[in-house]
């Protein structure tokens, strides 16, 4: 009697075990379920497409596996190969599923931030990462004596060149000057692309230095992107650059961008193809008259 009774409660341990499980395996497919219908619209529709395969597919088995477990319950029959059997399947499905679900979530988070940080077409850091870098930096310079200097790089007559040769050609000299202005500067230094034909350096430099460095950006754009050392540079393009130190000439990030784009457009107002480093007016400065 007494061996019967622990049988029997054996038995209703086992259905309960059993039952539980049924019922995680639905709450699980019901998450998956939301997270699928939350997060497909937003990643590639091959990837799309092959989660909803499995995902559909494992639903299925799923139901497959339930109706096969009630039919055995019901009709006493011993379906318990097939049974089990389905539950694998559904799980080997769900688990794919779920898995591309993830990793394709993954990547374009990835790519996301990638986007962020940096410019797709040249491969340098982006313009908000540089803005944002740059008051980091700035910040930890008023408590130490660093050496910090701003310059900025505008293609010469860049809109015309585009107009005449198309995006295409002018992609590739945005990529040349780009490859041009990284083999002059180092290691500790930061290089953005900051709107269509600017780029805007952080070099851990003092004045002389830096400016030594923009002089020599000048001359390798102007020898390297020429018509006689790329044939395929439609005609000849120079840059204009400005620049500002770190306490030389401001101690804030904004002021020191303001004073390196005054110097800027004051090289290209003195006739582009050069570096300006003199004085500039800019309107902060000017008295103010009542």
């Not at 293609?155 to 945005?174: I, R, T």
């Amino acid at each position: 009697m007494t061996e019967i009774v622990i049988a029997q409660t054996s038995a209703s341990g086992a259905n309960l075990f059993l039952g539980f499980i049924e019922t995680f395996n639905l709450i699980i497919a019901l998450v998956a379920l939301y997270f699928a219908v939350r997060i497909l619209p937003s990643i590639s529709r091959d990837v799309r497409k092959r989660s909803w395969l499995f995902l559909s597919l494992s639903a299925i088995t799923f139901a497959a596996a339930e109706t096969i477990g009630a039919v055995k319950e019901i009709g006493n029959i011993d379906l318990e190969v097939f049974y089990e059997s389905t539950e694998a399947v559904f799980v080997i499905l769900f688990a794919i599923g779920f898995y591309s679900l993830f990793t394709s979530e993954y990547k374009e988070t990835l790519k996301l931030r990638r986007q962020s940080t940096v410019d797709d077409l040249t491969g340098l850091y982006s313009s908000a990462f540089f803005h944002a870098y740059l008051l980091i930096r700035v910040n930890s310079l008023k408590s130490a004596a660093a050496q910090l200097t701003i310059l900025l790089v505008s293609v010469d007559d860049f809109k015309h060149y585009k107009k005449e040769f198309g995006e295409h050609e002018s992609d590739y000299l945005l990529r040349k000057i780009s490859g041009i202005i990284q083999e002059e500067v180092g290691g500790d230094d930061v290089v953005s692309r900051d709107g269509e034909e600017q780029f805007s350096l952080m070099l851990a430099s003092d004045f002389d230095s830096a400016a030594a460095i923009a002089e020599s950006i000048r001359s390798s754009v102007r020898l390297g992107c020429s018509t006689f050392a790329d044939s395929r540079i439609r005609r000849s393009i120079t840059v204009s650059i400005g620049l500002s130190t770190f306490g030389r000439d401001a101690a804030g990030a904004d002021r020191l961008l303001h004073i390196a784009a005054a110097r800027l457009n004051e090289a290209v107002r003195r006739g582009r193809n050069q570096v300006y480093a003199g004085k500039v007016d800019l309107p902060e400065d000017r008295p103010q008259t009542r």
